[in-house]
């Protein structure tokens, strides 16, 4: 899986490169963000502006994130999501878990 990882003050940002996040490549966003909190790292902002696609798995991988902030006393949010991405979101009522910004700067300001 394509990602770029980047710090901002105490803020660890995910950007996902992949255009799909589904069962193919989830596994490798969930060992990561569990990783990064592993190490201490207690904000994870995940950038999801490429991904078109998501299915559950991938929702999964996200769930299993929050799961793992919550556990490390941090927080997970998310960003920039495209539109089929955002409707899977409030389909599965997973936007009412999540803090979800529209910008990777909204997001970063809200930690």
Do not use: C, P, W
Not at 16 to 32: I, M, P
Not at 41 to 55: G, M, Q
Request: charged fraction near 25%; charge should be negative.
């Amino acid at each position: 899986m394509n990602l770029k990882i980047e710090k901002k003050n105490e803020i660890v940002i995910i950007y996902v490169k992949e255009e799909r996040l589904d069962a193919h490549n989830s596994g490798d966003l969930k060992t990561e963000m569990q990783r990064l909190f592993e190490e201490g790292s207690k904000n994870i902002l995940v950038d999801l502006h490429d991904v078109r696609f998501i299915d559950s798995s991938g929702l999964g991988a996200l769930v299993s994130g929050f799961k793992n902030a919550i556990s490390h006393h941090g927080n997970l949010k998310l960003s920039t999501l495209q539109t089929q991405v955002k409707s899977m979101f409030e389909l599965t009522r997973l936007h009412r878990v999540f803090e979800i910004y529209t910008s990777t700067s909204e997001a970063l300001d809200n930690f």
